[in-house]
């Protein structure tokens, strides 16, 4: 028995493969060192950094957006064989390839995803303020309010550094006009 032809001789453009390395391998399917994975991962954070960072996605966010690379792996994939094709039409067919068809069927498929996520940016919810300070700063402002307010002036010190404030404070009060505290300025006969 002779071998059977398949009919086909041209190349192919391996998209049912990676899909299937990717359905079967999940995130295993690209190593982690590769230009293709670094940019994945890159496109990855960019879109949680978009969604306003990691601790304000759900779950089912991060499923989505798994979903969301894996097809735009296999998008870029099939884009990339189709720009080396001479031509998308199928002459003997008058058709254009078949692959055309699954390439949007991706697109639409990445497009759905991201609607589900929202297309607007958003931003990352604000800490207070007593946790920007322990996180940038430490313990070290916990120990301060424990041990009470510090008290910097020397109740020895006869300068008088700790009660400039206040002195100036009054004076700047006292000139308001319409201050009903305030005194008329005396001024000098002449």
Not at 104 to 116: F, G, I, K, M
Not at 127 to 135: F, G, P, R
Not at 173 to 179: K, Q, S, Y
Request: hydrophobic letters at 35%; proline letters at 6%.
């Amino acid at each position: 028995m002779a071998p059977r032809k398949t009919g086909r001789t041209g190349e192919r453009h391996g998209f049912f493969s990676m899909k299937r390395a990717v359905r079967e391998l999940g995130d295993r399917a690209l190593d982690g060192r590769t230009s293709i994975a670094k940019a994945l991962a890159e496109w990855k954070a960019e879109l949680i950094d978009d969604l306003g960072g990691r601790q304000a996605i759900s779950t089912q966010q991060i499923a989505i957006i798994d979903l969301a690379v894996k097809t735009k792996l296999l998008l870029d994939s099939v884009d990339a064989w189709l720009l080396t094709r001479p031509s998308i039409i199928d002459k003997r067919r008058r058709a254009v390839l078949p692959i055309v068809r699954e390439r949007q069927q991706l697109a639409d498929a990445l497009s759905r995803y991201l609607q589900v996520l929202g297309l607007e940016r958003r931003s990352k919810p604000a800490i207070d303020l007593h946790s920007y300070v322990a996180t940038r700063y430490g313990a070290e402002p916990r120990a301060q309010e424990a041990s009470g307010p510090r008290n910097d002036s020397n109740p020895d010190d006869d300068s008088g550094d700790g009660n400039h404030a206040m002195a100036d404070e009054e004076d700047v009060a006292n000139e308001l006009p319409g201050n009903p505290c305030s005194q008329p300025s005396r001024q000098s006969p002449t």
